[in-house]
């Protein structure tokens, strides 16, 4: 996986410190292209007298530039409302927290992620049950391989997760969740962002299949139904603001 050089260079170059900046997106999920953007998500600390006063600071800061060619993304949330987002059983913040691909860290990044196991829930199988619906709609309006990975990805986290425990992101890691012509597609889309998808002959079968996979694996998953780290995240969002 190709990776800029100076990707470590963007943490300092933003306005409030980072708690965390990992890589997220296609890089994350096991199927860059060549052309590729990265997907920088992270989580910020605004100050104490951006908070507590009348003009209060950015919860959400989202910027986009280009840099030798490549397109990066860099979107981050308050530290506060990344927790609430955390506790909100969605996927996308515990797959950019738990990311592998780690550009810029700190103690409390190392915090929140040993708090990461409490904040999975059983409900967590709506976000990747949504989120595929909404892909395989994309696909069958536009025929484009990327969002028919993206539905397969999803499927494959989520059901894998329900099962284990575990929250995996990367497709290529997950193949047995889904028919054998993934490694296919994931080489496919290593050549082209937004090229067209082969015809596959039984793609919408598997797509059901997996979905009833997914939702089956939530009706037996041992995971709790409410997070149990409420009083932690809360704790911890308070030294840090403090500090």
């Given at each position: 996986?190709?990776l800029p050089?100076w990707l470590p260079?963007?943490p300092?170059?933003?306005?409030?410190?980072?708690?965390?900046a990992?890589?997220?997106?296609?890089?994350?999920?096991g199927?860059p292209?060549r052309?590729?953007d990265?997907d920088?998500?992270?989580?910020?600390?605004?100050?104490?007298?951006?908070v507590?006063?009348?003009?209060?600071?950015p919860e959400t800061?989202?910027?986009?530039?280009?840099?030798?060619?490549?397109?990066?993304?860099?979107?981050?949330?308050?530290l506060?409302?990344?927790?609430?987002?955390?506790?909100?059983r969605n996927?996308?913040?515990?797959e950019?927290?738990?990311s592998?691909?780690v550009v810029a860290?700190?103690?409390?990044?190392?915090?929140?992620?040993a708090?990461?196991?409490?904040?999975?829930?059983n409900h967590?199988?709506h976000h990747?049950?949504?989120f595929?619906?909404?892909?395989?709609?994309?696909?069958?309006?536009?025929?484009?391989?990327?969002?028919?990975?993206?539905?397969?990805?999803?499927?494959?986290?989520?059901?894998?997760?329900m099962?284990?425990?575990?929250?995996?992101?990367?497709?290529?890691?997950?193949?047995g969740?889904?028919?054998?012509?993934l490694?296919?597609?994931v080489e496919a889309k290593?050549?082209?962002?937004?090229g067209?998808?082969?015809?596959?002959?039984?793609?919408?079968?598997?797509?059901?299949?997996?979905t009833?996979a997914?939702?089956?694996a939530?009706?037996?998953?041992?995971?709790?139904?409410?997070?149990?780290t409420?009083?932690?995240l809360?704790?911890?969002?308070i030294?840090?603001?403090?500090?």
């Amino acid at each position: 996986m190709n990776l800029p050089g100076w990707l470590p260079e963007i943490p300092g170059e933003q306005p409030y410190p980072l708690v965390f900046a990992t890589v997220s997106g296609a890089h994350l999920y096991g199927f860059p292209s060549r052309d590729s953007d990265v997907d920088l998500r992270g989580a910020h600390v605004l100050p104490l007298r951006e908070v507590v006063g009348l003009r209060t600071g950015p919860e959400t800061l989202d910027r986009t530039w280009t840099r030798e060619s490549v397109e990066v993304d860099l979107v981050t949330h308050d530290l506060a409302k990344f927790c609430r987002l955390l506790l909100n059983r969605n996927g996308y913040v515990l797959e950019q927290l738990l990311s592998p691909l780690v550009v810029a860290t700190s103690s409390a990044h190392a915090e929140l992620t040993a708090l990461a196991s409490g904040c999975l829930t059983n409900h967590h199988a709506h976000h990747y049950l949504g989120f595929a619906r909404t892909q395989w709609r994309l696909f069958e309006k536009t025929g484009e391989l990327k969002p028919l990975l993206y539905t397969f990805r999803v499927l494959a986290t989520g059901t894998h997760l329900m099962r284990t425990g575990e929250l995996v992101a990367d497709l290529t890691l997950l193949f047995g969740y889904g028919p054998a012509y993934l490694p296919e597609l994931v080489e496919a889309k290593r050549e082209a962002e937004h090229g067209a998808a082969p015809v596959i002959d039984g793609v919408a079968a598997d797509v059901t299949r997996m979905t009833a996979a997914l939702q089956e694996a939530q009706t037996v998953s041992s995971l709790p139904e409410t997070a149990t780290t409420h009083d932690a995240l809360n704790d911890l969002v308070i030294r840090h603001r403090l500090a």
